[in-house]
């Protein structure tokens, strides 16, 4: 089968995220890592590939920087890349964003999307059920597991109150928790020969897309702040202290 | 033009709509102008009634078939769309709520805005509030497409109280699930549902949370038992629920259920953004944590720095010995 995975670089959450103060935009480094999140939709597709003796092509819009995140999931065993890092996209929304990416899956041929469930950086979480609808395709969504069943994909769908058991004949979008696989870590071999993986680097019109953002930032400003409250070391007797607390809430 | 017509979207969950779409109603009834519910699950009086009791005026039914609904649930929401002309859909950040915005946005071509905490109508302008960076800051941001504005929100940003007065029983119109060829293609062929224990993870007034610093799944006995004593709910970080430790009904966070108890004891868990935005505005926050440098301890009203395999077993001793 013909996996894309949708991954996404973003800044290392390890150091602290700014915001540019004239356009409210988030400020990317050159150096920016592969998302998390993004580790399990990429072994998800290696696994898909891997029994169905297909291929893995990453796709990815965004500043593309020194291309460092890419190359993790290259490390990790994917063919190769699509990279849409076109200036005009700076600050797009979540609909101009499935537009394009799902402008480069169709250009490249799909079997299975994979994507997980929402980014990092930004949390919107409405990205692949969008990709899902361009494409005219199911989404099967915050699948907790995955199985392949012929052409078939069958997932557990994680719900508010459990999971329920979906599936679909592909084309299909997927999208993936945390925890459904445990991603591989990329093996000397493979962080060597992700350096030579082709990277597509391609614009919006070449894809025929046209940005048109409807919305717009018009302010960031500080939330209340919690007061600090009272830190003690414990000395054997803190849960003394847990139990007054509890007492002054009135809930014992 | 300004904001006429809302509609909020209504999962039926167990016979009863989802909680989030009470508060999304309650929310829209500021808003003035029309209010319907798009109701997608099996109807009864009861539940109409209640929709009624909320504010809505007109309750679009949509009955699901063997079909996963969501792709059939756009379609069918965005031709109501083009017939009605709403101003305002809002959605709910839920699975089911998240796949049919995102669907329905792609289908009519207008932006969503996700995440939203406040939703304000000034004239023309809807402007959706998002935290960031774990809630420490807040983003205003405005639809400048034409109307329909998309918004899903999160949980517990709004209460949720009925109306003034019993509220009418609503019009009901039923609408049929179109089919939607290929993107219709997904099936639900198998249901469950996690048995709770306790209170619901979102109602109780006291929920101990679990993180990593347990340390192993085993350890969360003194967990369960201290929320047994205290009548409280056990909550859970994603590291834990991705580790499958607990369920993910458990999970408190960015990808989880928000809570807001009187009382929110946090156990091992260091307090990641993720999990932050989640539990932040508990009323009373206390947590233990080995490490005093634990982004927790900067939200909390009692930290403790120390051990919780030390602490717990004491407070659930001192406890039964009340």
Redesign the interface.
């Known amino acids: 089968m013909r996996v894309m995975v949708c991954v996404k670089q973003i800044p290392d959450p390890a150091s602290p995220?700014e915001l540019d103060p004239d356009t409210?935009f988030l400020q990317r480094p050159a150096d920016q890592v592969l998302d998390d999140t993004d580790r399990y939709g990429v072994e998800m597709g290696l696994m898909i590939a891997e029994q169905t003796e297909g291929s893995v092509t990453l796709v990815s819009m965004g500043p593309s920087g020194n291309l460092q995140g890419i190359r993790q999931a290259l490390a990790m065993g994917a063919d190769k890349a699509v990279v849409v890092d076109d200036p005009s996209l700076r600050g797009a929304?979540?609909?101009t964003t499935?537009r394009v990416l799902s402008g480069a899956i169709s250009r490249e041929g799909f079997d299975v999307v994979i994507a997980g469930?929402?980014s990092?950086d930004g949390?919107?979480?409405?990205?692949?059920?969008?990709?899902?609808?361009?494409l005219?395709?199911?989404?099967?969504?915050?699948a907790?597991k995955v199985e392949l069943d012929g052409g078939t994909i069958?997932i557990?769908?994680?719900?508010?109150?459990?999971?329920?058991?979906?599936?679909?004949?592909t084309?299909?979008v997927i999208t993936v928790?945390?925890?459904v696989v445990e991603p591989r870590y990329p093996t000397f071999k493979g962080i060597m020969a992700a350096k030579s993986k082709p990277i597509d680097q391609v614009t919006t019109s070449e894809l025929g897309v046209t940005v048109?953002?409807?919305?717009?930032?018009?302010?960031?400003?500080?939330?209340p702040e919690?007061t600090?409250?009272?830190?003690?070391?414990?000395d054997?007797d803190?849960?003394?202290?847990?139990?007054q607390?509890?007492e002054q809430?009135k809930?014992? | 033009m300004a904001v006429n017509t809302t509609w909020v979207f209504v999962e039926e969950?167990?016979g009863k709509p989802?909680a989030i779409s009470l508060e999304l109603l309650t929310k829209a009834r500021t808003f003035g102008g029309e209010l319907s519910a798009i109701l997608l699950g099996a109807g009864s009086e009861d539940l109409f009634a209640e929709l009624g009791r909320y504010g809505a005026a007109k309750v679009y039914h949509l009955t699901p078939d063997e079909r996963?609904p969501?792709?059939a649930a756009?379609a069918a929401i965005a031709e109501l769309v083009g017939t009605h002309e709403p101003d305002l859909l809002l959605f709910g950040?839920?699975?089911?709520d998240?796949?049919v915005?995102?669907?329905l946005?792609?289908?009519l071509?207008?932006?969503?805005?996700?995440?939203a905490v406040e939703i304000g109508v000034d004239g023309d302008d809807v402007?959706v509030t998002n935290?960031?960076?774990g809630?420490?800051?807040?983003?205003?941001?405005?639809?400048?497409?034409g109307a329909p504005f998309i918004v899903?929100a999160r949980p517990k940003s709004f209460p949720a109280e009925p109306g003034a007065g019993d509220g009418a029983t609503p019009d009901l119109i039923p609408v049929e699930l179109p089919a939607v060829?290929?993107?219709?293609?997904?099936?639900?062929?198998?249901?469950?549902?996690?048995q709770q224990e306790g209170p619901q993870l979102e109602e109780a007034?006291?929920v101990v949370s679990a993180g990593r610093g347990l340390g192993s799944v085993d350890k969360l006995a003194v967990v369960e038992e201290l929320a047994g004593l205290?009548g409280a709910a056990v909550g859970a970080t994603?590291a834990i629920?991705?580790?499958?430790w607990v369920?993910?009904?458990r999970q408190v966070g960015?990808?989880g259920?928000t809570v807001k108890p009187?009382?929110y004891?946090a156990c091992g868990l260091s307090g990641a953004m993720?999990h932050l935005v989640g539990m932040?505005d508990s009323?009373?926050?206390?947590a233990?944590n080995k490490d005093?440098e634990a982004p927790i301890?900067?939200?909390?009203?009692?930290?403790?720095?120390?051990?919780v395999h030390?602490?717990?077993p004491?407070?659930v001793e001192?406890?039964k010995a009340?």
Do not use: W
């Open positions: 995220y409210h929304d979540t609909l499935a469930t929402e990092t949390y919107s979480g409405v990205v692949p059920q969008q990709i899902a609808e361009f005219e395709v199911p989404a099967l969504t915050f907790k069958r557990e769908r994680q719900t508010e109150y459990g999971y329920d058991i979906v599936e679909a004949p084309p299909v928790t945390a925890g048109d953002t409807g919305q717009q930032i018009i302010s960031i400003r500080p939330a919690r600090a409250g009272e830190i003690i070391e414990d054997g803190a849960h003394l202290r847990i139990i607390l509890l809430a809930v014992i | 969950q167990d989802a996963l969501t792709a756009a950040l839920t699975s089911t998240r796949d915005a995102g669907r946005s792609a289908r071509g207008k932006p969503v805005i996700s995440n402007t935290e960031i960076f809630g420490a800051q807040l983003v205003d941001t405005v639809f400048r497409a899903v060829g290929q993107a219709g293609g997904a099936v639900v062929t198998g249901r469950h549902v996690e007034a006291i205290l994603r629920v991705d580790a499958d369920p993910y009904s960015q990808t259920k009187d009382v004891i993720q932040k009323k009373m926050i206390i233990i005093e301890f900067g939200v909390c009203d009692l930290g403790i720095v120390g051990d030390k602490v717990l004491k407070l001192a406890l009340r």
